[in-house]
């Protein structure tokens, strides 16, 4: 296939995730909130715009309306849902032909609902309801994408961009929230990890390993370990892993499968407890740089195979 | 005449290159006055060939080599049967070209191309070339004879994309040059003309001259064919200015050197290489039929 459409379809992936993802770290935060002091709050959104990378060009007010609206609704902001939702359509118009119509359809629709729109008037009123969309949304869209895109390399593109784009969020997630939470000194509060859960759908799942017992490593080894549990980090880079081998068919692809082998390996081989000991954000904040490189590793590898070398091109009279 | 050509491009790389995708125009055409009999292409390192027919007719073959490989050839062998033309006979004047239907219908041989020119030099050439002729087929003579007599034929002078204007301005050029003069005058004049590339059997392009030996070593070659009211497409060899017949191979026409071109293509790697072809053509007599 086309390393212009490897590429688009990576990028549905990765923006798709990450408009999901977003929306799942502005409802935790958002509804974590309700119940804290407003003293809290600044810090909070704060926080969260730090995790996002975003603190230093946010300009307006640390409350929840303006944070909000700057990450759900905000076109300058390259980063916020509205830009990611419009990117991954871009990504698909490239792909229409490679891509199913429902899949194409599912994108659309999202992207010109959005647009339909009043997310500021909504977001005042409803908040849970604008997040609750994006999240229904962007797993229809992955929804379809897995029953009617065949098995071969355009959808191993695809899944390897959103396992990508979730192994890091997931790590910005548990440092938005697992280390506020401790620094807190709320480590016995049930509700705010009942909310940590909630924030990757992994109550139930939780719940379900380990019964009712809110440890807060054990809720930090569930998402970042859990091997079955499809949000963690782990298992989203293991997919990765997966996707990548059966990518590679001719020559080496070592450069890209040795950081991703070597990260999945060093989150999936710690040791909790040291981590927490040691300092939890240092070791996810190199949990997202080693995933950074892994993609930046697939860029250069399939995207722009050759890009060091000219492209020559010849003509004979 | 039945004529054998073996059409053989090398490319030998300083270092490996790899994902090379190419496009070659190498089969002759079969119309009214020649007919294909057999052909083949090989290429080394082996690829497989894909082959349609583009807009202009033209027969297309393309080929992929993407594992890494330091030389290529590629190797078109074809067999015709050519028979000559009769004389080019008309009365028709020039009004005909004025007409709104000949530019309609015609319009994409008529609109100037990438290696065609209207600059000033080239109009006023083609006014010249035309001035006082009432006739069609006058014309269509005066300006081959117009480009035959302006440029001098000197390989190695000019270069594949080179501009028109610096071409007339030193003289000199090869068959590619010859043909998009013409082409520039016949278009300047309303008359519709088309690039038509090509084999020729000769000793060589500049005298047509035929040769002794059954087989020669010549270089692909490229004419021209503008439209005759009442009669059709008549090629002409502004080269040489010799009748083209039984001794010149079509390959196809397009609008100009672009459309025809015998073998494009990309690749990734070094950017120095060195190009050989080689065409060889022979002339098949049929003393076996006698023998029996």
Known sequence: MLSRHAEDLFWIGRYVERAEDTARMLDVTYHGLLEAGAVEAPTAWRELLEVLYVDEVFAGELSASPVTLYLLADKHNSGSIVSAVARARENARGVRDRISSELWETINRFYLELAAIDLPNLLNRQPYEVFQLVKNRCQTITGVALQTMPRDDGYRFLVLGIMLERAEMTCRLLSVRYTRLLRAGRTHDFHAWVAVLKSVSAFEAYLKAYRASLDPSKVLEFLLLAQDFPRSVVFALRTAELMLTHLVTEGSATAVQRPLGRVRARAEFCDIDQIVVNGLDEFLHLLQEDIWKVAEATERHFFQAGADLNLQSYETS | ?292
């Not at chain 2, 067999?79 to 004389?87: C, D, G, Q």
């Open chain 2, 1 to 292: 005449m039945r004529i054998e050509i073996r059409y053989l491009t090398s490319f030998t790389y300083s270092e490996q290159a790899r994902e090379s995708h190419n496009v070659l125009r190498a089969r002759p055409t079969t119309d009214a006055y020649q007919r294909l009999i057999s052909y083949s292409v090989l290429t080394d390192p082996p690829a497989r060939l894909a082959s349609h027919t583009d807009y202009w007719g033209t027969h297309v073959d393309t080929f992929d080599i993407r594992h890494p490989h330091d030389r290529l050839q590629v190797l078109a062998e074809s067999s015709v049967e050519t028979s000559p033309r009769p004389e080019l006979k008309s009365d028709a004047d020039l009004s005909w070209y004025r007409e709104e239907d000949t530019w309609r219908y015609h319009h994409q041989f008529l609109q100037p191309s990438r290696h065609t020119s209207g600059d000033r030099r080239t109009v006023e050439l083609a006014r010249i070339a035309v001035e006082d002729v009432v006739s069609a087929v006058e014309a269509f003579e005066r300006i081959g004879q117009t480009v035959h007599d302006e440029l001098e034929y000197k390989p190695g002078t000019t270069y594949v994309g080179i501009d028109l204007a610096r071409v007339l301005e030193q003289g000199q050029g090869v068959c590619q040059d010859f043909a998009h003069l013409a082409l520039s005058l016949y278009r300047g004049n309303g008359i519709p003309a088309r690039y038509v590339s090509g084999y020729l059997y000769a000793v060589d392009q500049a005298s047509a001259q035929e040769p002794e030996e059954a087989e020669v070593e010549v270089q692909t070659h490229a004419w021209v064919e503008a439209l005759i009211p009442g009669f059709g497409w008549w090629p002409c060899d502004p080269t040489n200015l010799s009748p083209v017949g039984e001794r010149h191979v079509k390959i196809g026409h397009g609008r100009d050197y672009d459309d025809v071109l015998p073998l494009r293509g990309v690749y990734h790697g070094p950017a120095d290489h060195q190009l050989g072809v080689s065409v060889r053509m022979s002339r098949e007599t049929l003393q076996a039929v006698h023998e029996q």
